[in-house]
T-cell receptor
Framework: DAMVIQNPRYQVTQFGKPVTLSCSQT?????MYWYQQKSSQAPKLLFH???????NEADTPDNFQSRRPNTSFCFLDIRSPGLGDAAMYLC????????????FGPGTRLTVT | GQNIDQPTEMTATEGAIVQINCTYQ??????LFWYQQHAGEAPTFLSY????GLEEKGRFSSFLSRSKGYSYLLLKELQMKDSASYLC??????????FGTGTRLTVIP
């Protein structure tokens, strides 16, 4: 089945140790999104790629970076994780910016020790 | 700024009907979504409203009033598996989807 895949489902990292979360999709969608969702809070958009064009949300910390080497894959890099970065990280895709429906991956739950 | 309000928690009985309300004030409006999210899982799409009125899909219905900045999700014939968080989200335009904090629904026998 076509889907959005995130690995790993659970990630533990140490304070200040760089970590990379990955997302892949078999939908051949042009747009990929990264959301951060903290406990009992709404998902918050960090950034998105429309094809190779990177779009950062204004309040996304510099500590968060993203790479999209090809259509299928997108990575979220946290350069120096702090305790406040512990959250669920959701990857989503949409066919194009004008398509309203976003398809979410299962998420990666990040723990920072 | 964007403001999307939902009740934090609701409880309902199996087999009953429950209505989850959402009010919004956003800079721009291109549609409103409802998502279901089980604990520890990703949101799954339930409904999308862009015009005023009621959209029905099986046991789930969603209503929108753009003039009032108001929507509700109606769940009928509640089942235990409907226990989840229900997220209201407003699409203000390309790539801009703003979520409410969600309503945690508990279905009791």
């Amino acid at each position: 089945d076509a889907m959005v895949i995130q690995n790993p489902r659970y990630q533990v990292t140490q304070f200040g140790k760089p970590v990379t979360l990955s997302c892949s999709q078999t939908l051949n969608h042009n747009v990929m999104y990264w959301y951060q969702q903290k406990s009992s809070q709404a998902p918050k958009l960090l950034f998105h790629y429309y094809d190779k064009d990177f779009n950062n949300e204004a309040d996304t910390p510099d500590n968060f970076q993203s790479r999209r080497p090809n259509t299928s894959f997108c990575f979220l890099d946290i350069r120096s994780p702090g305790l406040g970065d512990a959250a669920m990280y959701l990857c989503a895709t949409s066919r194009d910016p004008q398509t309203y429906e976003q398809y979410f991956g299962p998420g990666t739950r990040l723990t920072v020790t | 700024g964007q403001n999307i309000d939902q009740p934090t928690e609701m409880t309902a009985t199996e087999g009953a009907i429950v209505q989850i309300n959402c009010t919004y004030q956003t800079s721009g409006f291109n549609g409103l979504f409802w998502y279901q999210q089980h604990a520890g899982e990703a949101p799954t799409f339930l409904s999308y409203n862009v015009l005023d009125g009621l959209e029905e899909k099986g046991r789930f219905s969603s209503f929108l009033s753009r003039s009032k900045g108001y929507s509700y999700l109606l769940l009928k014939e509640l089942q235990m598996k409907d226990s989840a968080s229900y997220l209201c989200a407003v699409w203000t335009g390309a790539n801009n989807l703003f979520f409410g904090t969600g309503t945690r629904l508990t279905v009791i026998p």
